[in-house]
């Protein structure tokens, strides 16, 4: 069990809060993932990766996450089940310079497609079962894919339970496996698209009263473009 996060801000006036916004999204999740905790923020042309061990409030406190802006972030907290606890296992991971992948659930057959990722020159950090979709995902997108083609390729290619988040420079997408067992949230304003594996994670943002609060349904990919 893990807990994911994303905020993508469609009003440039909240770009100064990204952090403030996703600092105490993420903190909510802890109790889904008490072992690591990581975020990716966006900031202009730059994508920035902070992952540590430990607790989520105290990770955001000592990389001063809070103070930092940005036009969309997406954050994790991890309850290893399957590989180590370490920063190196903890997400986001990033398979290419402005690609950012979080993911709750597991996948079964992840060592064979890591074994077919290495033939085209594809390799993994860690042992990680989420690496490996995340570079999947990268290299189907490096051949030329659209992101939502590259994660509908993963419905076809990994078996598993899961909820993926995937930001890029300018997507931020959503995709739940075929049984969506694994919990999701998505809520939308005119100021901003938030994501969650629970709602009390989004109920201190701004305008949620007004908000547009649904599930993703499985096997869709929802994508919105800065």
């Not at 659209?146 to 598993?160: C, F, N, S, T």
Request: proline share 5%; charged share 20%; net charge negative.
């Amino acid at each position: 069990m893990c807990g994911i996060v994303g905020l993508h801000l469609k009003n440039p006036r909240l770009y100064p809060r990204l952090g403030e916004l996703l600092v105490p999204m993420l903190d909510s999740m802890s109790s889904r993932g008490p072992d690591s905790a990581g975020v990716a923020l966006y900031d202009g042309d730059t994508m920035v990766v902070v992952k540590d061990v430990g607790r989520p409030a105290e990770i955001c406190a000592r990389h001063g996450i809070a103070d930092r802006g940005g036009f969309r972030g997406i954050g994790h907290t991890r309850m290893a089940t399957e590989s180590a606890v370490t920063t190196q296992h903890s997400h986001p991971f990033a398979p290419l310079p402005d690609m950012a992948v979080v993911h709750n659930g597991s996948f079964s057959n992840h060592v064979m497609v890591r074994r077919r990722l290495e033939r085209y020159g594809i390799t993994c950090e860690t042992d990680n079962d989420t690496e490996v979709a995340a570079r999947f995902i990268g290299y189907q997108v490096a051949g030329g894919a659209d992101l939502a083609d590259a994660m509908r390729m993963v419905l076809k290619e990994l078996d598993g339970f899961f909820t993926l988040l995937v930001t890029t420079s300018t997507q931020f997408a959503v995709l739940r496996d075929s049984f969506a067992c694994k919990p999701a949230v998505i809520a939308e304003t005119d100021d901003y698209v938030a994501v969650a594996s629970e709602y009390h994670a989004l109920a201190a943002l701004p305008g949620i009263g007004d908000a547009r609060v649904f599930e993703p349904v499985p096997e869709e990919v929802y994508t919105w473009t800065l």
